[in-house]
């Protein structure tokens, strides 16, 4: 059987929002007084933006066959990951076979290892692999999820991050997740109002939605241990990603300490399968939350949820939009998605890339059926309005 050959790739940046969802504007709630390892700075308490949350923008790396189909996918990454992309990883691209997705991310893999391992370098890798996944499905005219074997329910259902849980819930999710606002550094005076604001959240929603803490690498062990206690009154079902992504130890530790029944989740800062063996072999959390366009691209999303299946663990993505979608509806051990309020007041649903992508579906009521996933490839396109800019090429 004949397979396309990959012909070009070739790498892009994007501006304002996009699949770096931090690069908005002024008045977003993501851009509100949350925590952060920087809190403890007070010159940048105040906005993600002022310590450069956005510097990096969105990337856009684009896959044409020689049969002149056209694959592409959207990551963090920007300038950097593009140079990565055109002056490194290319080599690795062109002229292989469409179906040589398992050999390219071995080859991007190791080329980069001197350099990689993590970080920006597996965003790009990530980049370069979903797009090859949605060159293969429009060659195929078969959906992601079918490549993967096929979705194992009918329909997705989410929970909302953002920070108006109350809506989310009258919008038809199945939960609310807060980003933390106040640090460490903010003291007694700060944990009170983090708690205050939960215990609204709470009156507002009743007992059985759910309601979580975001609190972005910004806490330590202590902290994060009272916070867990103090929360547990007020129904938190899980606290996130409460210590740096490197505390593996600190994990284990808080995972020991929170109230019985309270979910300890991390993993949206971790790459590869060997990051995730390092959280799952050490007990650090119940839930691992990997971006699909951050950890390694679905190629290694489908080992890294091999091994959480075999440690008990639920994999449940960091944002990612249809990226997500597509590998999320495959699992058994995926039950539910997350949804990335986009909306400045997370008054409404948006697309989660908007503006960047056309055709990108949201959940209506909370859900999400099969049947929309179910076009070539990842099922998106590009906005031609938005205007991408190619910073190198080869
Ligand atoms: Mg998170």
Redesign the pocket.
Known sequence: MSMPTIKHVRAFTLRGGGADYHDQGDGHWIDDHISTPMAKYPEYRQSRRSFGINVLGTLVVEVEASDGTVGFAVTTGGELGAFIVEKHLARFIEGAKVTDIEKIWDQMFNATLYYGRKGIVLNTISGVDLALWDLLGKVRQEPVHQLLGGPVRDELQFYATGARPDLAKEMGFIGGKLALQHGPAEGEEGLRKNIETLATMRERVGDDFWLMF?C?MSLDLNYATRLANAASEFGLKWI??ALPPDDYWGYAALRQQVPSGMLVTTG?HEATRWGFRMLLEMGCCDII?PDVGWCGGITELIKISALADAHNALVVP?GSSVYSYHFVITRTNSPFSEFLMMAPKADQVVPMFNPQLLDEPIPINGRMKASVLDKPGFGVRLNPECQLHRPYDH
């Open positions: 975001d972005w996130e990603e949206e939350q960091h």
